[in-house]
């Protein structure tokens, strides 16, 4: 959700990884009302076992140097991002409703240490202080916040026929990544009601994630025929017959036309549905680049998906390579 929201480069370690592991925890306490607060286990314990960081080294720690950490040390940074987070919003150094403002502030400082200035001045040692003998305490309660789960005033009620309620449930389960169960129910959907379009386009998800798709095709080809496909259907066909064109390692040599052509078709169509979807801008800008077509093109709709998913590596590389073709030479290196 960060990465998607903020862009995987914009944020230092300790607070991507702090808001990670903190809203790890969220969980309804019944329908009507939502808990944070709780903390991971064992990060507690670990903490007051091994105490902090160093903060010089802690505000230091880039994405690259965490991952290349042992277990043990990634787990310690893990808990101390946590603890800085619970810290920020417990003791009320961040009030209610203040997330927006703390992110703004820290978006795109130039490193983890400058980010942290903005927040808390030039002086790391107060907080480290105040912060070893939070976790010395036991921690303030966990914050509970009421939310209204209701229709909207639009909303109609009408009985699912048997069809239906499979095709519903099945949906449910492969979006919980229950793969082979969501296929049974699927394929009971389809088989009493052939041409079900949410049926056809979950069981043609279904079956990209298990790569049969040329089976998967011929899903989307149902779901779309019946005219009340959504731009995910539309997307995920396009995709599925890129994956046709692929070899068996996985690598796309080139589109045969009329597959190009249909691609397009499904893209420019998926994007007038949600033009704030960036995977389509990434998939239709590759049938340029694959098939040495337009590279103007090409670029341009990865940058309308970058203005979506900053930071997002797939398609930064990928606009780093038709740059390169386009001879841009210092634009592509420093992407």
């Known amino acids: 959700l960060l990465d998607a929201n903020i862009g995987r480069s914009d944020l230092p370690p300790w607070l991507g990884e702090g808001l990670a592991e903190y809203f790890e ?10 808990m944070v607060g709780s903390p991971p286990p064992g990060h507690l314990a670990l903490l007051r076992q091994n105490g902090l960081i160093p903060f010089s080294a802690f505000l230091a720690a880039t994405n690259a140097s965490v991952h290349r950490g042992t277990g043990e040390s990634r787990t310690l940074f893990y808990a101390q991002s946590w603890a800085l987070m619970h810290y920020l919003f417990h003791s009320r150094k961040v009030p209610a409703g203040g997330l927006d403002e703390l992110l703004a502030s820290l978006v795109g400082a130039h490193s983890s240490s400058a980010a942290f200035e903005k927040l808390f001045g030039n002086e790391a040692r107060p907080v480290e202080t105040a912060l070893l003998e939070y976790i010395a305490r036991p921690l303030p309660a966990n914050r509970t916040f009421s939310v209204k789960l209701r229709p909207g005033p639009d909303a109609t009620m009408s009985p699912l026929s048997a069809a239906e309620a499979d095709a519903y449930l099945g949906d449910l389960l492969l979006r919980s990544n229950r793969t082979g169960e969501a296929e049974g129910y699927l394929r009971k959907a389809v088989k009493q009601e052939p041409g079900q379009s949410l049926a056809n386009s979950s069981l043609g998800l279904t079956l990209v994630k298990t790569r049969r798709f040329s089976e998967a095709r011929a899903c989307f080809e149902k779901a779309i025929a019946a005219k009340a496909a959504t731009y995910f259907t539309h997307f995920n066909y396009a995709y599925s017959l890129s994956q046709e064109s692929a070899d068996d390692g996985g690598r796309i040599r080139e589109f045969l036309p009329e597959t190009a052509d249909r691609m397009r078709r499904e893209l420019r169509r998926a994007i007038e549905l949600n033009p704030n979807f960036a995977e389509s801008y990434r998939l239709l800008a590759l049938i340029e680049f694959i098939n ?13 998906g970058l203005l979506l998913r900053p930071g997002d590596e797939g398609l930064s590389l990928l606009l780093a390579q038709v740059l390169l073709r386009q001879e841009r030479y210092d634009e592509s290196g420093r992407i």
Request: no cysteine.
């Open 292 to 304: 040495n077509g337009s590279l103007t093109a090409a670029a341009e709709l990865l940058s309308k």
């Open 25 to 34: 925890t969220f969980q309804f306490v019944d329908d009507q009302r939502v």
